[in-house]
């Protein structure tokens, strides 16, 4: 697998995704997205920052073809992600391999009778075998320090495990382009930095990193990259976590930091 710093004088990443110009609203009465515009290049740690409600899982939602723009176009490695794209079953599968998803609420993303055969689904989804579907299984369980729970109902466990369980079933797909949605809201602070180590080294080696955060305390440690989006459902801000951070009206107006009361 090449390394992030490999690519360092082959000229500019490929790029993971391409979006231009989304606009997305839930029932046709609620927006989500308001032009849209963004693209991933491989390799990049990319941070999505804004106020409950701007937009942020509905994107990743995007990014993951679960949710298709009322307009605008998604491209993803190169080409058109649509649903008329999805409904190839080797393009589909194709594209399921590459990117994995951690939802922002586990309850949704966990549904299996016990946390091994969780864990173990996606691997048989994409055609590994039993044997090397159970080592992977048990690799990921012991990485996460969830083997203990291997026998357990995923829905009967707590929030932060439950969390857990979900990191796991996508990380034992090992796949290129990781999207989490706030993965460490739900953990306590060893599991979090434990979760932020693990980040770092999914990014150093190679893989793709778009997350929704409001962890403004670790988002230099987090992201090489922010994107900001506002509460009328637009990108505010594209830059740096540090020039980001510097630019406390922009704080302030996309509600990332809480003005004087009153
Ligand atoms: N299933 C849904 N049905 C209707 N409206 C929805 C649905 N999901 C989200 N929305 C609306 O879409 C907008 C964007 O929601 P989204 O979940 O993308 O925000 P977010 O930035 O992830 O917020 P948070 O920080 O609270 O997770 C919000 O106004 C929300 O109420
Ligand atoms: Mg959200």
């Known amino acids: ?76 490695f190169g080409d058109p992600l649509t649903e008329q794209s999805l409904e190839d079953e080797r393009t589909s599968a194709a594209f399921r391999s590459r990117v994995g998803f951690v939802f922002q609420n586990a309850d949704t993303q966990v549904f299996s009778p016990t946390v091994r055969e969780e864990v173990a689904f996606g691997c048989l989804q994409l055609g590994l075998s039993r044997d090397h579907t159970q080592a992977r299984t048990d690799d990921v369980l012991d990485l996460l320090e969830i083997a203990d729970l291997a026998d357990r109902t995923p829905f009967q ?13 996508v990380l034992v797909m090992n796949p290129q382009v990781l999207l989490f949605d706030e993965p460490t809201a739900a953990l306590d602070p060893r599991s979090s930095a434990w979760l932020r180590d693990l980040m770092a080294t999914l990014a150093g080696a190679g893989k793709t990193l778009v997350l929704a955060t409001h962890d403004l305390e670790h988002l230099a440690d987090l992201a090489d990259r922010a994107v900001v989006l506002g509460e009328d459902h637009t990108v505010l801000a594209d830059a740096t976590p540090e020039a980001v951070l510097g630019e406390r009206d922009l704080l302030l107006e996309a509600n990332l930091v809480a003005g004087p009361v009153g």
């Open 1 to 76: 697998m090449p390394l992030a710093g490999d690519r360092a004088d082959e000229g500019p990443a490929p790029l993971v995704f391409a979006c231009h110009y989304l606009h997305y609203a839930y029932l046709d009465r609620f927006p989500a997205l308001a032009g849209v515009s963004l693209e991933v290049a491989a390799g990049e740690r990319l941070a999505l920052l804004g106020a409950n409600g701007c937009g942020k899982s509905t994107l990743l939602k995007v990014l993951d073809g679960l949710v298709f723009p009322t307009s605008g176009t998604v491209q993803a």
């Open 157 to 169: 466990l707590s929030g932060g495990q439950k969390k857990k369980v979900a990191i796991a079933s």
